[in-house]
Protein backbone atom coordinates (compact mmCIF):
# COMPACT_ATOMS: atom_id res chain seq x y z
CA UNK A 1 0.00 0.00 0.00
CA UNK A 2 1.22 3.14 -1.11
CA UNK A 3 2.04 5.60 2.04
CA UNK A 4 0.50 8.72 2.35
CA UNK A 5 1.78 12.09 2.92
CA UNK A 6 1.54 14.49 5.58
CA UNK A 7 1.12 18.50 4.44
CA UNK A 8 3.03 20.62 6.29
CA UNK A 9 0.97 23.33 8.53
CA UNK A 10 1.66 27.15 7.18
CA UNK A 11 4.06 25.73 4.37
CA UNK A 12 7.14 24.85 6.70
CA UNK A 13 9.54 22.01 5.75
CA UNK A 14 11.87 20.77 8.41
CA UNK A 15 14.98 21.11 6.28
CA UNK A 16 17.16 20.28 8.96
CA UNK A 17 15.84 17.00 9.72
CA UNK A 18 15.45 16.19 5.99
CA UNK A 19 18.97 17.00 5.06
CA UNK A 20 19.74 14.50 8.37
CA UNK A 21 18.31 11.53 7.40
CA UNK A 22 19.39 12.01 3.83
CA UNK A 23 22.52 12.04 5.17
CA UNK A 24 22.26 8.73 6.70
CA UNK A 25 20.21 7.52 3.72
CA UNK A 26 23.20 8.54 1.15
CA UNK A 27 26.35 6.61 3.08
CA UNK A 28 25.71 3.17 1.39
CA UNK A 29 25.72 4.64 -1.92
CA UNK A 30 28.40 6.84 -2.21
CA UNK A 31 29.12 10.61 -3.93
CA UNK A 32 29.14 11.84 -7.18
CA UNK A 33 32.14 11.16 -9.59
CA UNK A 34 33.28 14.71 -9.47
CA UNK A 35 32.81 15.12 -5.57
CA UNK A 36 34.88 11.99 -5.24
CA UNK A 37 37.93 13.47 -7.77
CA UNK A 38 37.75 16.51 -5.37
CA UNK A 39 38.24 14.42 -2.40
CA UNK A 40 41.07 12.64 -4.20
CA UNK A 41 43.08 15.54 -5.85
CA UNK A 42 42.36 18.41 -4.11
CA UNK A 43 42.69 20.55 -7.18
CA UNK A 44 40.04 22.78 -8.64
CA UNK A 45 41.32 22.80 -12.24
CA UNK A 46 40.70 19.16 -12.35
CA UNK A 47 37.26 19.51 -10.42
CA UNK A 48 36.39 22.11 -13.09
CA UNK A 49 37.57 19.44 -15.82
CA UNK A 50 35.65 16.55 -14.49
CA UNK A 51 32.62 19.29 -13.95
CA UNK A 52 32.51 20.20 -17.71
CA UNK A 53 32.70 16.21 -18.55
CA UNK A 54 30.01 15.25 -16.41
CA UNK A 55 27.36 17.64 -18.05
CA UNK A 56 24.77 15.34 -19.92
CA UNK A 57 26.59 12.27 -18.77
CA UNK A 58 26.49 9.40 -16.56
CA UNK A 59 28.96 9.33 -13.51
CA UNK A 60 30.73 5.98 -14.61
CA UNK A 61 30.86 7.45 -17.96
CA UNK A 62 32.78 11.27 -16.29
CA UNK A 63 34.91 9.00 -14.29
CA UNK A 64 36.55 7.19 -16.86
CA UNK A 65 36.77 9.77 -19.68
CA UNK A 66 38.26 11.85 -16.69
CA UNK A 67 40.93 9.04 -15.76
CA UNK A 68 41.87 9.11 -19.37
CA UNK A 69 42.03 12.34 -19.52
CA UNK A 70 44.27 13.07 -16.10
CA UNK A 71 46.00 10.37 -17.26
CA UNK A 72 47.86 12.54 -20.34
CA UNK A 73 47.16 16.08 -18.96
CA UNK A 74 46.61 17.40 -15.48
CA UNK A 75 47.81 21.00 -15.71
CA UNK A 76 46.05 23.64 -18.06
CA UNK A 77 49.35 23.79 -19.99
CA UNK A 78 49.26 20.42 -20.48
CA UNK A 79 45.84 19.96 -21.31
CA UNK A 80 46.48 22.86 -23.97
CA UNK A 81 49.49 21.49 -25.55
CA UNK A 82 46.90 17.91 -26.52
CA UNK A 83 46.23 18.31 -30.43
CA UNK A 84 41.91 19.05 -30.07
CA UNK A 85 41.17 15.72 -32.02
CA UNK A 86 43.19 13.61 -29.37
CA UNK A 87 41.36 15.31 -26.46
CA UNK A 88 38.05 14.65 -27.88
CA UNK A 89 38.89 10.64 -28.61
CA UNK A 90 40.06 10.79 -25.31
CA UNK A 91 36.72 11.91 -23.71
CA UNK A 92 34.61 10.08 -25.88
CA UNK A 93 32.07 8.93 -25.23
CA UNK A 94 30.77 12.27 -22.55
CA UNK A 95 28.23 13.49 -24.37
CA UNK A 96 28.83 16.71 -27.03
CA UNK A 97 32.57 15.57 -26.27
CA UNK A 98 33.66 17.86 -29.37
CA UNK A 99 32.23 20.71 -28.37
CA UNK A 100 33.86 20.10 -24.67
CA UNK A 101 36.94 19.35 -26.00
CA UNK A 102 37.13 22.64 -28.08
CA UNK A 103 35.64 24.01 -24.41
CA UNK A 104 38.46 22.65 -22.59
CA UNK A 105 41.21 24.21 -25.03
CA UNK A 106 40.16 27.53 -25.09
CA UNK A 107 39.13 27.80 -21.06
CA UNK A 108 43.19 26.59 -20.55
CA UNK A 109 43.60 28.96 -22.90
CA UNK A 110 42.20 31.59 -20.89
CA UNK A 111 43.56 30.44 -18.00
CA UNK A 112 46.97 30.56 -18.56
CA UNK A 113 46.91 34.32 -20.10
CA UNK A 114 44.38 35.71 -17.74
CA UNK A 115 45.33 33.77 -14.37
CA UNK A 116 48.81 32.68 -14.47
CA UNK A 117 47.63 28.82 -14.94
CA UNK A 118 45.02 29.50 -11.93
CA UNK A 119 41.09 29.00 -11.70
CA UNK A 120 39.58 31.85 -10.38
CA UNK A 121 37.83 31.65 -7.13
CA UNK A 122 34.76 34.17 -7.85
CA UNK A 123 31.63 33.59 -9.18
CA UNK A 124 31.36 35.94 -12.42
CA UNK A 125 35.04 35.23 -13.30
CA UNK A 126 34.35 31.29 -13.55
CA UNK A 127 30.97 32.26 -14.99
CA UNK A 128 32.88 33.96 -18.11
CA UNK A 129 34.85 30.79 -19.09
CA UNK A 130 33.27 29.09 -22.39
CA UNK A 131 31.08 26.01 -21.23
CA UNK A 132 30.51 26.62 -17.91
CA UNK A 133 27.25 27.38 -15.93
CA UNK A 134 26.17 27.78 -13.11
CA UNK A 135 26.29 24.79 -11.98
CA UNK A 136 29.84 24.35 -12.96
CA UNK A 137 31.08 27.33 -11.43
CA UNK A 138 29.44 26.69 -7.81
CA UNK A 139 30.33 23.04 -7.77
CA UNK A 140 34.36 24.59 -8.62
CA UNK A 141 33.67 27.09 -5.93
CA UNK A 142 32.38 24.81 -3.09
CA UNK A 143 34.07 21.68 -3.74
CA UNK A 144 37.30 22.96 -5.47
CA UNK A 145 37.95 25.96 -3.00
CA UNK A 146 35.51 25.24 0.02
CA UNK A 147 33.59 28.44 -0.67
CA UNK A 148 29.45 28.66 0.07
CA UNK A 149 28.00 27.90 -2.54
CA UNK A 150 24.97 26.31 -3.82
CA UNK A 151 25.26 23.80 -6.80
CA UNK A 152 21.37 23.82 -8.37
CA UNK A 153 21.06 20.86 -11.50
CA UNK A 154 18.18 19.41 -12.80
CA UNK A 155 17.61 17.13 -9.74
CA UNK A 156 18.22 19.36 -6.72
CA UNK A 157 15.80 21.61 -8.38
CA UNK A 158 13.04 18.66 -9.49
CA UNK A 159 13.43 17.83 -5.70
CA UNK A 160 13.42 20.60 -3.60
CA UNK A 161 9.96 21.60 -5.86
CA UNK A 162 8.28 17.87 -5.64
CA UNK A 163 8.97 18.35 -1.32
CA UNK A 164 7.01 21.73 -1.54
CA UNK A 165 9.89 23.48 0.01
CA UNK A 166 10.47 25.85 -2.73
CA UNK A 167 8.21 26.74 -5.79
CA UNK A 168 10.08 27.32 -9.12
CA UNK A 169 10.21 26.73 -12.89
CA UNK A 170 13.96 26.43 -13.37
CA UNK A 171 17.12 25.55 -11.75
CA UNK A 172 18.53 29.26 -11.59
CA UNK A 173 15.25 30.17 -9.91
CA UNK A 174 15.79 27.54 -7.30
CA UNK A 175 19.24 28.44 -6.86
CA UNK A 176 18.43 32.45 -5.42
CA UNK A 177 14.87 30.87 -3.46
CA UNK A 178 17.50 28.39 -1.41
CA UNK A 179 19.78 30.98 -0.84
CA UNK A 180 17.08 33.21 0.69
CA UNK A 181 15.54 29.54 2.76
CA UNK A 182 18.67 27.00 3.02
CA UNK A 183 20.54 27.30 5.93
CA UNK A 184 24.29 28.24 4.70
CA UNK A 185 25.43 24.65 6.70
CA UNK A 186 23.73 23.00 4.22
CA UNK A 187 24.76 24.78 0.80
CA UNK A 188 27.35 22.39 -0.06
CA UNK A 189 26.36 19.01 0.91
CA UNK A 190 22.83 19.57 -1.34
CA UNK A 191 24.16 18.85 -4.35
CA UNK A 192 25.78 16.04 -3.67
CA UNK A 193 22.82 13.88 -0.99
CA UNK A 194 20.09 14.71 -3.45
CA UNK A 195 21.87 13.96 -6.44
CA UNK A 196 23.09 10.47 -5.04
CA UNK A 197 19.45 10.24 -3.97
CA UNK A 198 18.20 10.91 -7.63
CA UNK A 199 19.90 8.03 -8.33
CA UNK A 200 18.98 5.44 -6.11
CA UNK A 201 15.44 6.54 -4.34
CA UNK A 202 14.05 9.40 -6.05
CA UNK A 203 14.40 9.34 -10.31
CA UNK A 204 12.23 11.89 -12.32
CA UNK A 205 10.04 8.76 -13.31
CA UNK A 206 8.22 6.70 -11.09
CA UNK A 207 10.11 7.47 -7.85
CA UNK A 208 10.47 4.42 -5.02
CA UNK A 209 8.23 6.56 -2.67
CA UNK A 210 7.37 3.09 -0.95
CA UNK A 211 11.40 2.94 0.05
CA UNK A 212 11.50 6.79 1.30
CA UNK A 213 11.49 7.99 4.85
CA UNK A 214 11.24 11.62 3.62
CA UNK A 215 6.95 10.37 2.81
CA UNK A 216 5.47 11.87 5.90
CA UNK A 217 6.93 15.78 4.55
CA UNK A 218 6.92 15.08 0.73
CA UNK A 219 4.07 16.93 -1.26
CA UNK A 220 5.35 15.01 -4.17
CA UNK A 221 4.34 17.58 -6.27
CA UNK A 222 4.50 16.37 -10.22
CA UNK A 223 4.74 12.18 -9.46
CA UNK A 224 1.78 10.91 -11.01
CA UNK A 225 3.23 7.52 -10.41
CA UNK A 226 5.42 5.55 -7.59
CA UNK A 227 6.72 2.13 -6.93
Given at each position: MEKKHTEIPGGSFPIDSVIAILKKEVRRWGVPIVTKIS????????????????LRTKDECTRKASGRLFALAKTPRAILSLPL???????YPVGFYN????HLKQICEILLSRYDGQVPDELD????????????????????YGKPGICVDTHVHRITNRWGY?????PIETEFA????????????INDILV???????????????QCPLVPWCQRKG?????
Open positions: RKERDPFLVLVSTVLSDNIARTITKAKELLALPGVGRKTANLVLTLGVKTKTLRKILPPRHWIITYRQNRCAPVSPWCSVRRSR
